[in-house]
């Protein structure tokens, strides 16, 4: 499985996750809080979903750039300001949005919470199943993959 496979696979699996987590804290929110606890519920899903797709962009971008090369500069500094930008945001938003009358902050942290634990559960899950593998070079056609005759593994 190829990196912009594995990518589009968390993409996906993120936006099923984002349509449960916007429905249950939907209706959870409005049980809470009526219209805005949907509102609240609505809002953190996207956030979250926001950063996970800031993620997924991040890294196809810094193959794309780095040419496949995991160990560049390029890509760890792509990443990395991917992940810098994430965290400023997120920062921003709390203070704007943490005055906000209309936001229920209970709902809004607890869909919020539901949805970045969810996609880390999809990352996970998604690369562990994506068999990758560990060496890039072919077998030695004398050996094929196996230790040389006598050689102790």
């Known amino acids: 499985m190829t990196t912009n496979q594995i990518m589009q696979r968390i993409l996906l699996w993120g936006g099923i996750l984002a349509a449960a987590v916007a ?4 209706i959870v929110g409005w049980l809470l809080a009526a ?3 949907v509102a609240s519920a609505l809002v953190g899903t996207a956030l979250a ?3 996970c797709m800031l993620t997924a962009a991040s890294i196809l971008l810094a193959f794309k750039v780095s040419k496949g090369a995991m160990i560049s500069g390029a890509f760890f500094g792509i990443v990395l300001g991917g ?3 994430k965290f400023v945001l997120f920062i921003v938003l709390v203070f704007v949005l ?6 229920h902050r209970g709902v ?3 869909a919020l919470v539901a949805a970045v634990i969810g996609s ?8 562990m ?6 060496i890039d070079s072919d077998a030695d056609d004398e050996t094929q993959g196996r230790p040389a005759s006598g050689a102790r593994a």
Request: net charge negative; hydrophobic share 55%.
């Open 35 to 37: 219209g805005a606890g």
């Open 120 to 127: 880390l559960v999809i990352d996970c899950v998604v690369i």
């Open 83 to 85: 992940w810098l930008l």
């Open 49 to 51: 979903i926001v950063f």
């Open 108 to 110: 809004a942290f607890g």
């Open 129 to 134: 199943t994506s068999r990758q593998p560990t």
């Open 98 to 103: 943490g005055d906000q009358d209309w936001l």
């Open 23 to 26: 429905v249950v804290g939907g």
